[in-house]
């Protein structure tokens, strides 16, 4: 009987023929070579900047469990946890509780979906390429927009690209964007802009001051704090009027109740598809949603699933306009992301489909609801201010007559998950979202907490 060794660890040898340990890359002699050459003497010399008390500290480790020990110890930390779903739950700022149809999970914990990969080769990834399609169909039928791609790492990153994306259209390395666009999207729009070189103006939401070295206007609708704001065409005009592509990044369930962003002018949409099916998570992997107009299709980052027929004429897919990523030199490449959150995808095609266009219109008709119930019973509270200088979907913004802090605390004794805190905007202000998870109970304890609070 023979060995196959074709996957077995390979020997290294150095050109005098010495061995190598397969699975350590550095001999000591390597070492002592690599310290040479930056000058330092000794490892102990290369980290005597560290204090030695710092250099190898004591562990101080617990003793060592048993499994069974081991998954009590880890079930205990983790009821630690207020868990959307054992309380009831009103914060959002871009991560929302959705009620998840059991049809999401049973399918993509199926093995075929829940191993699959990059499909390079569309010969054997014919079912992959057609949920990416299906995916894809669904954020154009929502958004509006002619085209789609398969999904970025989630919205956050779907708006930096945006934006990069509307640099490379245009040719031009300035961007404006919208105070009112939720921070932690602005932060990574500006990691990504730094890096180009290109600058970014955050303007005063509605009071945008374009110029002809702008290369897009990025709005949020609904924005950070869920306002929606009817003036939005009127944006879209300024920016086409100096030559600039106008950005938005919307709510997808806001989608099925509110006008399509294709609309009012926008050139590229993107969002956030968490809200589509994707558990919280504790803050991901969740997918980002990406879509443009045709014209601007060989400038889109990421991958695009085509359908198309084959010799016999029977449908197939494929991928699409590939002279992109990491096929071509970086240094020319239109964006650099790698691959896509398919399975995430799938969770928010599966949802969709399974919910079809009546389902969805209703869960966002729920949430608006259900939202302005809560607002006007807030409203009623001595103390407590809703702001409605704008509609706004399923969140808005409340002024509170202690800090939000103390609130929320005495709401989780009441086994209630209170709103955001954002008075570093605006003293005592908390953000509060209603989603069709929430029933009228709970709307109704939440009011009678925070009257006590």
Known sequence: MTTDTRHAPQTRRRIDGTQLHPYIPLTDDDRLAMLKLIGAASTDALFEDVPAAYRNPDLRLPDPLSELELLDEMAELARRNAVAGEYACFLGAGAYRRFRPSLVDALVNRGEFLTSYTPYQPEVSQGTLQTIFEFQSIVCELTGMDVANAGMYDGASALAE????????????????????????????????????????????????????????????????????PGAAAWGDAAHATGALFVVAADPVSLALYRPPSAYGADIVVGEGQSLGVPLSFGGPYVGLFACRDAYIRQMPGRIVGATRDIEGRTGYVLTLQTREQHIRRERATSNICTSTQLVALAATIYVQALGPRGLRRVAELCYEKAHYLAGRIDALPGYHVERGEPFFHEFAVTTPKPPEEINRALLQRRIIGGLDVSDYARHRMLLCVTETNTRAEIDALVEALADA
């Open 162 to 229: 945006a934006c990069l994306m509307a640099c490379a259209v245009t040719g031009r390395a300035r961007i404006a964007i919208s105070d009112r666009v939720h921070p932690n999207w602005l932060a990574v729009v500006r990691g990504y802009a730094r890096g180009r070189g290109i600058e970014v103006d955050v303007q005063p939401h509605g009071a945008f001051a374009l110029t002809a070295e702008h290369a897009c206007l990025a709005v949020a609708q609904p924005d950070f704090y869920g306002r929606v704001s």
